[in-house]
């Protein structure tokens, strides 16, 4: 079982990133695919109460790889942290199936109280180099984050936000948007 996760997750970074050349690579080179192992073990913990020896693991991960991700978050399968630096996921963070995500992306709170307070991704999302998603917002499968994007709202299905704030892109789908859908400005 975790030796088939293992291979389903060289395969996935083997087909979202051209530069990677064999399995070999990117088992052993790749520090966004380490982090999502080290947090595979460390949420196992997190899960069973070992809370301290979790947050201890995701901190060690975080030394070696550059990638922090709170044990606590909810990661589906086939997730693909490319190039991995400075890459932050909060502890009530949720990402979906098949999402990809770039170097500097923070999935970061918007308030103290002990809530749901980070984003979630549904599957098949994308979000580019430094974009800030930052709140309890959804992010709709297929939707994607453009490069340094602020997100502070929700983002329908199959929609490309770009921007700070983020908007909808033209040509991208946002023309079939209803208009109730869109964040208010």
């Known amino acids: 079982m975790v030796l088939d996760h293992i291979r389903e997750d060289v395969r996935t970074a083997l087909a979202k990133d051209p530069a990677a050349t064999s399995a070999v690579t990117v088992a ?93 991704l549904e599957d098949g999302v994308s979000v580019g180099a430094n974009a800030t998603l930052l709140g309890d917002i959804t992010i709709g499968e297929n939707a994607t984050v453009g490069a340094g994007s602020v997100v502070v709202q929700d983002v329908p299905p199959e929609i490309t936000v770009a921007g700070s704030p983020a908007e909808p892109v033209t040509g991208t789908g946002a023309d079939r948007l209803d208009p109730s859908e869109c964040p208010a400005e």
């Open 28 to 120: 052993l080179l790749y520090p966004g695919l380490h982090a999502v192992w080290g947090y595979r073990i460390a949420h196992a913990l997190w899960e069973r109460g070992h809370t301290f020896v979790a947050r201890l693991l995701s901190q060690v991960v975080r030394f070696l790889t550059g990638v922090e991700i709170h044990p606590a978050a909810d990661i589906g399968r086939r997730l693909f942290i490319d190039h991995g630096a400075a890459v932050v996921v909060g502890e009530t963070a949720d990402i979906g199936d098949d999402v990809l995500m770039y170097h500097g992306v923070t999935l970061g709170g918007d308030t103290m109280r002990r809530e749901k307070r980070h984003p979630t």
